[in-house]
T-cell receptor
Framework: DSGVTQTPKHLITATGQRVTLRCSPR?????VYWYQQSLDQGLQFLIQ???????AKGNILERFSAQQFPDLHSELNLSSLELGDSALYFC?????????????FGSGTQLSVL | GENVEQHPSTLSVQEGDSAVIKCTYS??????FPWYKQELGKGPQLIID?????GEKKDQRIAVTLNKTAKHFSLHITETQPEDSAVYFC?????????????FGTGTQLKVEL
C-alpha cells in the first residue's frame, strides 16, 4: 500500500458527461501528480500541484482541470467526456530525497466512457 | 521534450534466469532515472532509481546501470521469481525546483515461467 488513496476505483459514464476523480496524498506529502494510462499512450503526465499551487503542466486537455485543496487532497475534473478519454487515471504524491523526487502512486481510477 | 524508448515490450524468462530491460532517453539534461513495477490492478511502484552522477546501483536482486554518454540505462533482475512477473516502466526526468515531470517508457511485460 503506497498510502495514496484514489476514489472511485471504477467509473462508468456516457459521452458528454462530467466526472470528478479524487486523490488523497500520503500524510505529509505536499505534491500531487496526475497521470493518464491508456493502452496506446502509456503513462502520460497531466499536471502537478504543490501545496495548493499548480507547478507543472503536461499533456492535459482543456476539457480537464484539477485543483489541490488546503487539506492537500486533489481533484481531477474531466468534462465533455469522449470515448477516447477512457483510461486509468493515477494520482501520485512525492517526497524529495538526495537522489531525486520519488513518486508514490495510488491504485488508480478506471474510467470507462460509453 | 524528453523521449524515452523501452525494449523489449514483452520478455519471458524461466524462473531463476536473469532479465534485462533497456531504455534510451533523448534529453542529455535528464538526471534522474527511476524504475517502476506495475502489478495487475495496481499503480506503479518505485523499485529502484539512480541519479546521473552514479553509474550503477544495486538492491538485492535488482540493479540499474546508466551510461550517460550513450544516454541509456538498464534494469537487471537476477534469480527471477514468479512474483517478478509484472509490467516494468523506466522513466527519466530533469530534477529542478520547478517539479519533476517524469517521462515514462512504454513498459515491458515480464513473465517469469516455472
Amino acid at each position: 500500500d503506497s498510502g495514496v488513496t484514489q476514489t472511485p476505483k471504477h467509473l462508468i459514464t456516457a459521452t458528454g458527461q462530467r466526472v470528478t476523480l479524487r486523490c488523497s496524498p500520503r500524510s505529509g506529502d505536499l505534491s500531487v501528480y496526475w497521470y493518464q494510462q491508456s493502452l496506446d499512450q502509456g503513462l502520460q503526465f497531466l499536471i502537478q500541484y504543490y501545496n495548493g499551487e499548480e507547478r507543472a503542466k503536461g499533456n492535459i486537455l482543456e476539457r480537464f482541470s484539477a485543483q489541490q485543496f488546503p487539506d492537500l487532497h486533489s481533484e481531477l475534473n474531466l468534462s465533455s467526456l469522449e470515448l477516447g478519454d477512457s483510461a486509468l487515471y493515477f494520482c501520485a504524491s512525492s517526497i524529495m530525497t538526495g537522489e531525486g523526487e520519488k513518486l508514490f502512486f495510488g491504485s488508480g481510477t478506471q474510467l470507462s466512457v460509453l | 521534450g524528453e523521449n524515452v524508448e523501452q525494449h523489449p515490450s514483452t520478455l519471458s524468462v524461466q524462473e531463476g534466469d536473469s532479465a534485462v530491460i533497456k531504455c534510451t532517453y533523448s534529453d542529455s539534461a535528464s538526471n534522474y532515472f527511476p524504475w517502476y513495477k506495475q502489478e495487475l490492478g495496481k499503480g506503479p511502484q518505485l523499485i529502484i532509481d539512480i541519479r546521473s552522477n552514479v553509474g550503477e546501483k544495486k538492491d538485492q536482486r535488482i540493479a540499474v546501470t546508466l551510461n550517460k554518454t550513450a544516454k541509456h540505462f538498464s534494469l537487471h533482475i537476477t534469480e527471477t521469481q514468479p512474483e517478478d512477473s509484472a509490467v516494468y516502466f523506466c522513466a527519466a526526468s530533469r530534477v529542478t525546483g520547478g517539479g519533476n515531470k517524469l517521462t515514462f517508457g512504454t513498459g515491458t511485460q515480464l513473465k517469469v515461467e516455472l
